[in-house]
């Protein structure tokens, strides 16, 4: 399941629900969670808050297709990803994802594979609010 939220979210009750709610119980032995939530710093300076921009449809259209690239490479018994959009602040939690696998070793290397993918090249768009002033981020943070 893919989900864009314009407002904050508890990855932890999120990943929970998800979880109860999953027909695969039994079938999966190892479950991958990343949670990445907002810095505020960047580049050096204070960061008091952000906007991520997004084109709908086109963002959603993208992460469904590196989640099926990713189930494609391993054997995904399923996947959630959840992803802020709108004015995001401090230590508000900007994406989730999370897999289930029978085998760690898979749910490892598909979580990082969703995530990468994720932060390198889908439709986003950062403009950071500063101190003094915005600005666009132009480049991601490296892994």
Known sequence: MIQLRESRFDPWLELQAYQDSLAIKGKYGATAVFV???RDFNEGDEVRAMTLEHYPGMT?????KIV????Q??????SLVIHRVGDILPDDSIVLV????AHRASAFD???Y??????SNAPFWKKETLTEGTRWV???TPS
């Open 68 to 71: 099926h690239e990713a189930v």
């Open 98 to 101: 999370a897999v289930w696998c």
């Open 110 to 112: 598909a979580s990082r």
């Open 36 to 38: 990445g939530s907002m």
């Open 138 to 140: 132009e480049k991601n």
């Open 114 to 119: 969703i995530m990468e993918e994720l932060k």
């Open 73 to 78: 490479k391993w054997p995904l018994l399923d």
């Open 60 to 64: 959603e259209q993208y992460l469904d």
